[in-house]
């Protein structure tokens, strides 16, 4: 099945830093992977996704890399600010009953001012 | 639209009570998801259904565990009877993909403690 690895578990940055989160996933048919934020007290939401067919994207201050061959990924956020800290988690689909994502441990992202 | 509603958003109850956590998913979306997060386990699909029909339930943890989607705008989890080591965070999500291709909203989560 698919495990989807995510480090680091904790990451603490000064504001304005970069923060770099990466995840390694097993199924090489995997071709959709989304990176969610999760706040105190609220559910995931999604911030950017990548499909299989492009190596990076990027939207504002966040930026996702792809790498097939190595099957792993990586969420790139810029100029870090105190609203960035919240718990990031990657995902990736699994193939069997209908590509359903299974979820990266999370990290927990802090920005100090 | 609200988003994904879910409630109760927290209930505090004692080992084997009958729990129910509902969920009114976002209109026109044909997916709806239903996850536990807990610590140790981190982010886990029980089931899913797609167009009312549910399509996966391996996750759900035992028969104590059941889940319905009576029409295209509600869902219920319920545990029965249930336990302490239920005691978690259960979402509710919904999607217009179909498994999950594409974005999943989810809701703002039940808070369950069993005692």
């Known amino acids: 099945g698919e495990n989807v690895e995510q480090h680091p578990s904790t990451l603490s940055v000064q504001e304005g830093d970069s923060a770099v989160i990466k995840c390694t996933y097993s199924?090489?048919?995997?071709?959709?992977f989304p990176w969610y934020k999760q706040e105190l007290g609220k559910g995931p939401q999604l911030i950017i996704d990548?499909?299989?067919?492009?190596g990076e994207k990027k939207d504002q201050r966040i930026a996702v890399t792809l790498n097939k061959t190595a099957k792993h990924f990586s969420l790139h956020i810029t100029e870090t600010q105190p609203e960035d800290s919240a718990v990031y988690f990657c995902a990736a689909p699994k193939r069997e009953y209908g590509n359903k994502l299974v979820f990266g441990a999370g990290t927990i992202l802090r920005v100090k001012s | 639209d609200a988003g994904v509603i879910q409630s109760p958003r927290h209930e505090v109850t004692e080992m084997g009570q009958e729990v129910t956590l509902r969920c009114k998913p976002i209109s026109g979306h044909n997916s709806l998801f239903w996850y536990r997060q807990t610590m140790m386990r981190g982010l886990e699909l029980l089931i899913y259904f797609n167009n009312n029909v549910p399509i996966d339930d391996s996750g759900m943890p035992e028969d104590r565990f059941s889940a319905k989607m009576p029409n295209a705008s509600f869902s219920t989890l319920k545990i029965q009877p249930s336990e302490p080591r239920d005691s978690a965070v259960y979402f509710c999500?919904?999607?217009?993909?179909?498994?999950?291709?594409?974005?999943?909203?989810f809701g703002e989560g039940s808070r369950l403690t069993v005692l």
């Open positions: 999500a919904s999607s217009w993909a179909t498994g999950n291709a594409g974005e999943l909203f």
């Open positions: 990548i499909r299989s067919n492009v």
């Open positions: 199924d090489s048919a995997s071709n959709y």
